[in-house]
C-alpha cells in the first residue's frame, strides 16, 4: 500500500498541478488513513492490500477522528483526499469498486473568520513605523493585504517583476497553479514604492533573492511564517490579539461586500473556484440588514 500512496503522491505533483503543501497535506491525510486500516488488519501499512480500503475502513477512520475531537471540517477534508485517493486506485486497476462515494461526507460547521472593521483596519495600517526600513516594508506588505485580500502565500510568492505600480496590478499565482491579476489602490502604491529604496540596500546583503518582492534585513525573501508573525505583532499592539493575514483576506471581502460589491466580482478576486466558497466570506449583521430593509422596501417608512 505504501507503493501505491507514492505513485498517487507524484501523480498529484506532476499531473493534476497541485502545490507542494497539498501535496503534503494528501500524504499526511492518507498516511493516517492507511495506517488506521492496517492496524485494524493487524497487518504492517505496506502488506495492506488495496481492497482493505473498503466503506467500513473508511467510516472506522472517520471514527476515529471524531473522537479525537477534529472538527467536521477536518473529517470532511481527511474523507476528500480518500475519495480521491479511492478513484485514482480504481483508475489504476488495483480496485474494482469506489467504496469512498459509498460514505456520506460530515455537515462542516459554518464558522466565521475573524475580520476587521474599518477602523480597526484603520489602526492596523498606521501601525508600522514609517520613519524605519523595515517599518516601510511591513506597512507595505498589510497595505498590500488590505487592499488585494491576497492569500498569505501568494504575497509571500510575490517578485518584484509580478507588481505593476503604474496600473496598479499585480499578478498572482493562486492554488492550483491559476494565474491571476488583481487590482491595488494608491495606498498600497505609495507605500510600496517607499519601501522599493529600502528593498535595494537590503538586497546588497543577498543577490540571490533580487526577485523576491517582500526580503528580510539579510536580504533573504520573507517566508510565510515571517509575515504571519509580523502581521499578528502589529494586529495585537494596535486592534488585538488573534488577528492573521486570513483575518485581513477577509476584511477585504467583508468591507467590498458591505459597500456593494458584486458576490462574483469578490469571488474573482479572492481566485476562488466556487461561489459557495466566497458565501462563507460573507456574512451581514442585524443592523446592517435592517438598514438595508429600510431603504429598499417600498413601504419600510410607511
Known sequence: MTAHLELFLKYLALNRSVSRHTVRAYESD???FIDHAAAGAGLKPHDLAPAALDRAAIRSFLTTV???GQSRSTAARKLAAIRTFLRYLRREG???????????TPKREVRMPVHLSEEE???LLDAPDGSEPLGRRDKAIVELFYASGLRLSELAGLDIDNVNLSRKMARVL?????ERLIPFNN??????RAYLKDRDRLLDHNRANDEALFVNYRGGRLTVRSIDRLVRRYAAASTRSGVSPHALRHSF????L???ADLRAIQELLGHSRLGTTQRYTHVNATQLLDVYRKAHPRARS
Open 174 to 178: 493562486g492554488k492550483g497553479g491559476k
Open 30 to 32: 492518507l498516511s493516517q
Open 121 to 123: 483596519m484603520t489602526q
Open 66 to 68: 471524531n473522537a479525537k
Open 258 to 260: 458591505q459597500r456593494g
Open 187 to 192: 495606498a498600497a502604491a505609495t507605500a510600496i
Open 94 to 104: 488495483a480496485i474494482s469498486t469506489d467504496p469512498g462515494s459509498l460514505v456520506r
Open 253 to 256: 471581502a467583508t468591507h467590498l
